[in-house]
């Protein structure tokens, strides 16, 4: 069993939420604080453009990008906030989102169009879906001339849901669509690659599914598009006095944004490592395997139903308790409470949702625990 810094007491079934770290990733992560802490202007000053540099190669060797198209930021909300404020977009422009994204991007988005005075839509996609070419052409019923952007997760948030982002972004470019896809969820849950995904943004968590330390995320942006984005924080990479990549703006504008601690992103490599080495198919397939009992087993209960079919998930899977419960927040505290089980319960619409995260620490008991719990309450 990989060596996780989990509480042994909880039955920890929320990845999803925050990820969780493992002892080796979490002790290269303090060993960067501590290297800092050492001589932290020989570090942050000297030291940290070459390692930044070289984290960034390795990420997005692992993602697929170039490393001039990635940069590390806290988070994808960060990440979703710059793309809504600078990209130009007014009064009859509309940015395209489903009804399944997660609330702090909708809301980046919601806020410049306040500003701005374009529109939000969200086209609404009803569970249970039935095929990914069924999804895009629902998708697609919100697309209208005034289309400028599509955000779209990759696996939602509130539904778990994996969704065909590839054909979406296709179709988007034939019809001179700008993307971001929010892949908070993909890496180290699903093989990524930006450069044959088509997206012209992206955004994830590493701290997430693969590992890393909390505050790791990476944002994306084709480099034929990098002119279209403003920095967010302006600070020494903007102006004459640039600091570490002269030749660079997109990079510049990310890689100093006031003093701040590295040690995530600087830790992210040995989270790719970690990644390669411990999640082996064998591995991941007992998880995937896991998260798939766990929605058999909680359907069979009275009152409970599966949501998707096996094939759109992975580690993250979905129970609809809509029948059984009417109060969300009693049930979540009664799981905890009761049975020590951290693991999210989702308002989604009119409907309620316990999502379950399974990962190499999980356990067929905690499965068990689970379907128990919903049994009893
Ligand atoms: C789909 C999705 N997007 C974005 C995020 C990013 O959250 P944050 O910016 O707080 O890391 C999450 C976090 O749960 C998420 O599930």
Request: aromatic content about 10%; glycine content about 6%; proline content about 6%.
């Amino acid at each position: 069993m990989p060596d996780f810094l989990l509480d042994p007491d909880v039955v920890f079934l929320n990845h999803g939420s925050f990820g969780a770290c493992p002892r080796q990733v979490f002790d290269e992560y303090q060993r960067w604080q501590r290297e800092l802490e050492r001589q932290p202007v020989r570090f942050l000053q000297r030291e940290l453009p070459g390692l930044l540099a070289d984290a960034r190669l390795q990420v997005a060797h692992y993602l697929g990008a170039r490393p001039t198209e990635i940069v590390f930021v806290p988070n994808p909300t960060f990440a979703a906030n710059e793309i809504a404020r600078s990209l130009p977009m007014g009064p009859g422009d509309e940015v395209l989102m489903t009804d399944h994204e997660y609330g702090a991007c909708r809301f980046a988005f919601q806020f410049a169009a306040q500003q701005k005075g374009f529109r939000v839509v969200e086209q609404a996609i009803p569970l249970p879906v039935e095929s990914n070419e069924a999804i895009v052409d629902t998708f697609w019923q919100g697309v209208t001339e005034h289309t400028k952007l599509i955000f779209i997760s990759q696996i939602t948030s509130p539904t778990a849901l994996t969704l065909p982002v590839a054909q979406i972004c296709q179709r988007a470019k034939e019809a001179g669509i700008l993307t971001m896809v929010d892949g908070a969820h993909a890496p180290g849950q699903i093989d990524v690659h930006l450069g044959d995904l088509g997206a012209d943004f992206y955004t994830a968590t590493c701290h997430k599914w693969l590992c890393a330390p909390k505050g790791s995320g990476i944002f994306y942006v084709r480099e034929d598009r990098q002119s279209l984005v403003e920095p967010l924080v302006v600070g020494w990479g903007w102006g004459p006095n640039k600091t570490f990549h002269r030749e660079n703006e997109f990079l510049e504008h990310h890689e100093w944004l006031g003093t701040y601690d590295p040690a995530a992103y600087l830790a992210v490599p040995a989270a790719i490592a970690w990644q390669k080495k411990t999640m082996t198919d064998e591995v991941r397939h007992r998880s995937q395997d896991l998260a798939r009992a766990a929605v058999a087993m909680a359907a069979e209960i009275e009152g409970i139903e599966r949501v998707h079919p096996d094939s759109f998930f992975r580690q993250m899977g979905l129970i609809d308790v809509t029948a059984k419960y009417v109060d969300a927040d009693m049930l979540k505290s009664r799981l905890y409470d009761e049975y020590r089980i951290e693991a999210p319960v989702v308002r989604w619409k009119d409907r309620i949702f316990v999502r379950v995260s399974t990962h190499a620490y999980t356990r067929q008991d905690h499965i068990e625990t689970l379907v128990r719990a919903l049994q009893e309450i």
